[in-house]
């Protein structure tokens, strides 16, 4: 077996991470499970078209899926995540493309620096990852703290509307995604868990080949965000149902797609 060649990309690390694995799982097969389809590309142009001017943070960077497009047309972005492996990919594609991809291992619920933000993002479902609603409102309320007056907040995350429509009344219900190329494809089996958890394991065919990746999250609603947002100070903007900009729909968009914004006469404590 293969080892890939160090990165000349450095990882900044900030104190108290607490990982929870997901990388472990899923770094290997990550960009296979969300494929290069152009969708992290328009969503890069979606967050840019929103972006007030100034620095750029990401919070749940992964392997940097969205957030190398979006540095090309934004510059810089600063990415945060807890998961060593997600962050070796991304180092690898910094290495490889020369995107100003900072980062750095921390975990989003303390991470701190000294800059402030145009735009702070966490997309991907990432809030949700967070299964304790008292700490996903700490790491929205860490993410406003890194605003500039008048930024921008984005947060993308499953809509429970939909995956308990899914579920047709069930506590469990599996289905197959197929991708372009023959005989590959993600097949999923979900569980509704009782207190308004998911957990899904997925299931990644090719070339004869399967990845399997298992993950619990919280189905954070529209709402539970607002009011994370509101306590900490953000107002809402807008909110769509996907990166095309669609209505946000309660039981039949994917994900809800929330833009907060940061009075701009706000002072800072």
């Known amino acids: 077996m293969s080892t890939a060649a160090p990165s000349s990309t450095s990882v900044a690390t900030a104190p108290e991470v607490q990982d929870i694995g997901y990388g472990r799982v899923f770094a290997d097969f990550y960009d296979r499970l969300l494929p290069h389809d152009g969708s992290a590309e328009r969503t890069a142009e979606v967050l840019a078209s929103w972006h007030p001017g100034g620095g750029t943070l990401e919070l749940g960077v992964g392997t940097g899926r969205v957030a190398v497009p979006l540095s090309r047309l934004s510059g810089e972005v600063v990415g945060v995540d807890s998961s060593p492996e997600m962050l070796q990919r991304l180092c690898e594609t910094v290495d490889a493309t020369g995107a100003p991809v900072t980062p750095v291992h921390g975990d989003i619920r303390t991470y701190a620096d000294d800059s402030r933000y145009g735009l702070v993002y966490c997309i991907c479902a990432t809030l949700s ?33 939909f995956v308990t429509a899914l579920h047709e009344g069930l506590a469990r219900t599996s289905f197959f995604i197929p991708y372009a190329e023959p005989g590959t494809g993600v097949q999923t089996y979900s569980t509704l868990i009782p207190g308004g958890l998911w957990h899904a394991s997925h299931l990644v065919h090719e070339g004869g080949r399967v990845s399997i990746g298992t993950e619990i999250t919280r189905l954070t609603t529209a709402e539970d965000v607002d009011s994370y947002a509101a306590d900490a100070g953000l107002v809402l903007v807008s909110r769509q149902g996907d990166w095309a900009g669609s209505p946000f729909q309660p039981e039949g968009s994917g994900v809800h797609i929330s833009r907060y914004r940061r009075p701009a006469s706000e002072e800072r404590s």
């Open 129 to 161: 990852l967070i299964c304790d609603p008292a700490e996903q409102r700490t790491a929205v309320a860490r993410a406003a703290r890194h605003l500039a007056p008048g930024g921008t907040l984005v947060v993308e995350t499953h809509n429970p509307g």
